[in-house]
């Protein structure tokens, strides 16, 4: 059968296969049993007795809208096919069930958290969906693509598989490349008592160089005091909060963090990038016992919008395309950062067409909570899972826009894939590609 | 350890005139100043392609294409990554390792700063180099470098098998080991991280974890009998030599000594335990609760908790006193045994106990947007542009403190204030 009309249900994942032929029903009757008796309490309890089945949380999810309103899709569907049966049963389920449940806790939720408004109890399915991820990953079961990102995240403290070596070189390496443009342009490793610590993703280093190099150029010009670790820690992405490992993912945010308190910076700006800001924000600072991050944590988004508000950044031209831009649910939802994103867009760009919902009501980009994570062998059902993301595309570009502006590397990734399937021809930028190409630059920069 | 008796400690001030690098040098990184405070140095631009560091005003003989990672040694000598015709070595004042590697990060230094050691990469393969000699074997990868107190071995966390990218049964069997001056323990896990030598340099304990789940110390090769849903880096009582760590279960954190509970007492987080010099003590940081944060000693917190975070946790030389950095919202103070200062600063560093017993604490800190010092809850009367942090003369009456202000660095040996 051709890959491309593949259902979800006929996908396979070598590593999921491997690990359910391995388990036997008792293993799987004592996970659930674990998790759900060791690691669920009040919160659990209290969305399993309150959901009355009413479905009003249908309409929020992507899933389901995309899907033309299959009911499987739907939010309290997804709880249906998994928790509920896991709990009924006291864990008595099989392998089947257990392949199907890593299909809808990995690839058919986006952990967006968009259906909690529209459910009158304030249920939050993302976290239901979250317990069930926590089970397969006890189970083994994550898919390959994301488990071989979380060993990453493990053996190197980022999520590539990149070197310490090759992390300093990479810097180095762009830092030359930005002397030929700013001479005095520097990545200052290691700067003890700097203001900022800058950290980014790891498929930065490895392929997308150039957005180190524009950030060392926004943060020359802007003559910010900034420093990035040449040690680990520089990397602040997270997959094993999304395979539910969260022994790794507190490992991974505590050497974060500690990379920027042995640097003794003020706070840590972090790039465009939104499952990241989730985990160091929200999720693996609390798994550590830090109610709050213990260092401050500003994303690129409000870190340009005060660099633009302050007047150390000024835009010397503003960019000549109209842009429509995506709103990333972890720092719009989970940081209320709309606003800025806009203040940041009207300082660009003169033209802004917005999607409809927008802001805290967006649609997801189809690929967060590492739903892209799990790799080429659902690419195609996540393309299809998100139609409604790319009715949003289609009109805005009906409306004119040119240029989609989406801050955040997952999303980045996911809307390429959109738009590329369904050849919409929208150019995908991050906000810094835009300023960096727009802003002011010192006198004698080639 | 810092012999700190043969400087000079009289009442007065040395200046080195770093106002005139600017004007010299097109470019001047950060300044670095020696533990005895009679050099201050910097890496400077001499033009696009040319880099060289500057002592007290004095150029290295051999300027370099690139240099990183100035820093001097506990025995002030000035080091530096340095890189010319695209190879990478270490030099100590000017003066370069014999071998030159295709990178080399990660400078480690003895106690008595004689030794050091380092990281390298050599055509894509993996091992420490100690005083410029490399490793015998080398490997796929290497992480958490060590070198032992005294300088004399080196250790990292190896990959010693290969399990490609995708390869999740291959890796979940263990790959990972660490080696001891280029040999490898005979036994291999999931993960290595964090390896620590004992003071003597004999022993060498580590974080493991043998499957996904199952986390627990291994020392010298061979894992506590005990398994954990995840434990922190452990430390080795100097006189003992036995080995404690924290190790999680049940959602809770306790101290283990040598794979058995060393503190009853569950915290929701703990770790970065230290030992008293004389081993007779084990303070660490935890959380008491979720969000609140205290030093405890010998399994009893202190009666303060803070909500930012704890850090920093030193002993007095004497294992008496202990002093801690607390944050709360956005600032710092100093906790000494338990006592929190009125102070409250932006930044703070570690704290420095004096020698002499009295348990005096000396810390640089930063408030309204300038350095200063500050002792026992007391305030230098004066801030600076930049400082370093203090040092106690070995009677504890005087302090050392480094400065720069707009007319360069100073160097002032003060009384205690
Ligand atoms: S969290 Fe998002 S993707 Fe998951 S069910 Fe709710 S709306 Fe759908
Ligand atoms: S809206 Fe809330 S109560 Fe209704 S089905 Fe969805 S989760 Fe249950």
Known sequence: MNERHKEPSEIMDDGVEAALSRLTPEKIQAVINSVLKGETGARFKAYMDTCIHCGLCSEACQFFLSRDRDPHYSPVGKVKQTVWPMVKNKGRVDTDFIRRAVRIAHTECNLCKR???????????????????????????????????????????????????????????????????????????????????????????????????????????????????????????????????????????????????????????????????????????????????????????????????????????????????????????????????????????????????????????????????????????????NRVKAEQLFDAKSRGAHTLIAPCHNCHSGLHDIVHHHGIDLEIKFFSDIIYECMEKPDGSE | MVVSSAWDWSIGEKRVDTKSWTERFLQVQEYQVSADGESVAAIVALDDQAFNVCVNGALWDTPFDKIWRLRFTPDSRATALVSADGQWTLAVNGQTWPESFDYIWHPLVSENGQHIAAAIQQGGRYAMALDGEVWPNDFGTIAYSALSPSGDRTAGAVQVKVADSGQLEAFQEGTFSAAVDGTAWGSTFVNVWHLVFSPDGQHLAAEVRQSLYDYTIVVDGKPWPQQYTCVWAPSFDPVTGHVVAPVRKDGHWKMAQDGELLWQRPFAQLWQQRFSPDGSRLAAIAATAFGRWTVVVDGHPWPVTFAGMVSDLTFSPDGRHIAALAKEKDHWTVVVDGKPWQHRFERAWPPVFAPDGSGSVAVKVEMDGAFTFAVDDRIWPHAFERNWEPFFSPDGRRLLLPTMNQNGYCRKVVEKF
């Open chain 1, 115 to 385: 259906c909690v408004a529209f459910c009158p109890f304030g249920i939050d399915i993302a976290y239901l969906m979250t317990v069930v991820r926590r089970i397969i990953h006890k189970l083994g079961a994550t898919p390959l693509y994301l488990q071989d990102t979380a060993h990453s995240h493990a053996s190197t403290m980022n999520q590539m598989w990149v070197k310490e070596d090759e992390w300093i070189d990479t810097l180095q390496w762009q830092e030359d490349e930005a002397r030929a443009e700013i001479p005095s342009l520097r990545i200052p490793l290691d700067k003890e008592g700097a203001e900022i610590m800058y950290s980014v993703i790891a498929p930065e280093p490895k392929f997308q160089a150039q957005l180190i190099y524009q950030a060392a150029a926004i943060m020359h010009v802007a003559g910010v005091d900034w420093t990035m670790p040449s040690d680990i820690g520089w990397d602040n992405s997270d997959m094993a909060m999304f395979t539910g490992d969260y022994e790794i993912m507190g490992r991974i945010k505590r050497t974060h963090f500690e990379a920027a308190t042995r640097l003794r910076v003020k706070k840590i700006v972090m790039g465009e990038c939104g499952h990241a800001f989730r985990s160091v924000y929200d999720t693996g600072n609390r798994w550590l016992g830090w109610a709050q991050p213990p260092v401050p944590i500003v994303h690129a988004i409000a870190f340009y919008y005060d660099l633009l508000k302050t007047g150390k950044l000024r835009i010397a031209r503003k960019y000549s395309h109209p842009v429509t831009l995506h709103d990333p649910c972890n720092v719009v939802r989970g940081g209320g950062l709309h606003e800025k994103a806009r203040y940041v867009v009207h300082q660009l760009c003169d033209n802004l067409i917005e999607m409809h919902p927008n802001r805290e009501h967006n649609y997801c980009c189809g690929a967060g909570g590492g739903v892209i994570n799990c790799g080429p062998p659902y690419k195609n059902a996540r393309v299809a899972g």
